[in-house]
Nanobody, 123 residues
Framework: QVQLAESGGGSVQAGGSLRLSCAVS????????MGWFRQAPGKEREWVAN??????YYAASVKGRFTISQDNAQNRINLQMDSLKPEDTAMYYC??????????????????WGQGTQVTVSS
């Protein structure tokens, strides 16, 4: 089993920064993809960034502004978000996949999800 718990959301003005953190509890489970997704009101959940085989990948809308990182000592996956825009407003979810198949940008690949943390960016 894998348990995920996000923290670090909040409200910020456009141009500001937030750092999201995902605490990962993993019990004898090998994880292939670790990622962040987001869902804005009235929209479908979308991929933001992920780790796979020590490489990081980003959606075009956040590349250059967001940075995904992992802290193996504390079992955390972090998402540093800089130069935030109002369109970044969404519920952000941490996710993990142990399926060893499927694309890491597809939410259907992931079988473990956190509860989400809200990010609100005002103009």
């Amino acid at each position: 089993q894998v348990q995920l718990a996000e923290s670090g959301g909040g409200s910020v003005q456009a141009g500001g920064s937030l750092r999201l953190s995902c605490a990962v509890s993993r019990y004898s489970v090998s994880v292939d993809c670790m990622g962040w997704f987001r869902q804005a009101p009235g929209k479908e959940r979308e991929w933001v960034a992920n780790f796979a085989r020590s490489n990081s990948y980003y959606a075009a809308s956040v590349k250059g502004r967001f940075t995904i990182s992992q802290d193996n000592a504390q079992n955390r996956i972090n998402l540093q978000m800089d130069s935030l825009k109002p369109e970044d407003t969404a519920m952000y979810y941490c996710a993990a996949s142990s399926r060893r198949s499927g694309s890491c940008v597809a939410q259907t690949t992931y079988n473990y999800w956190g509860q989400g943390t809200q990010v609100t960016v005002s103009s």
